[in-house]
């Protein structure tokens, strides 16, 4: 009995850890135009665990939860950014083309249990008009 009480605490211990681990995630869905206002995810949590780590993850995908991106890979430029709670900087600008994951630093040092925004746009000079970015990403 005693053995079945340290296990199930010891499951129970194992999941809260992980589903905060996985709370620091947070979809996003953008349609985007060349030249355009930028758009921004809701508002995410960073972990305190990583304030540790003065980074955030953006990962782009071709689908995800049922919707399908259409990014001409390797000839359509999306820009990111992450900014804070007030709407600030605190990151450089960062273009990409491709699906796939990407880590960045933060140009302040990030605060843990603190929250953030991924903005994204299109640049003027991008010849492709209109974009629908889907994927996840993690201040």
């Given at each position: 009995?005693?053995?079945?009480?340290?296990?199930?605490?010891?499951l129970?211990?194992?999941?809260t850890?992980t589903s905060s681990?996985f709370?620091a995630?947070?979809?996003?869905?953008?349609?985007?135009?060349?030249?355009?206002?930028?758009?921004?995810?809701a508002?995410?949590?960073?972990?305190?665990?990583?304030?540790?780590?003065n980074s955030?993850?953006?990962t782009?995908k071709?689908?995800?939860?049922?919707?399908?991106?259409n990014l001409?890979?390797?000839s359509e430029t999306?820009r990111?950014?992450?900014?804070?709670a007030?709407?600030n900087?605190?990151?450089?600008?960062?273009?990409?083309?491709?699906y796939?994951s990407?880590?960045y630093?933060?140009?302040?040092?990030?605060?843990?249990?603190?929250?953030?925004?991924l903005?994204?746009?299109?640049?003027?000079?991008?010849?492709?008009?209109?974009?629908?970015?889907?994927?996840?990403?993690c201040?």
């Amino acid at each position: 009995m005693k053995k079945r009480i340290v296990i199930a605490g010891v499951l129970l211990a194992m999941l809260t850890v992980t589903s905060s681990v996985f709370a620091a995630n947070q979809d996003f869905n953008f349609y985007l135009t060349s030249g355009g206002a930028s758009q921004h995810s809701a508002l995410t949590l960073k972990s305190g665990g990583d304030a540790y780590e003065n980074s955030w993850y953006v990962t782009p995908k071709s689908s995800y939860n049922g919707v399908t991106s259409n990014l001409i890979q390797g000839s359509e430029t999306v820009r990111f950014r992450c900014r804070d709670a007030a709407g600030n900087s605190v990151s450089d600008l960062h273009s990409e083309h491709y699906y796939g994951s990407y880590n960045y630093a933060y140009t302040t040092t990030s605060v843990g249990n603190a929250y953030y925004y991924l903005y994204a746009d299109k640049p003027s000079s991008d010849p492709y008009s209109a974009l629908r970015l889907v994927g996840t990403w993690c201040p």
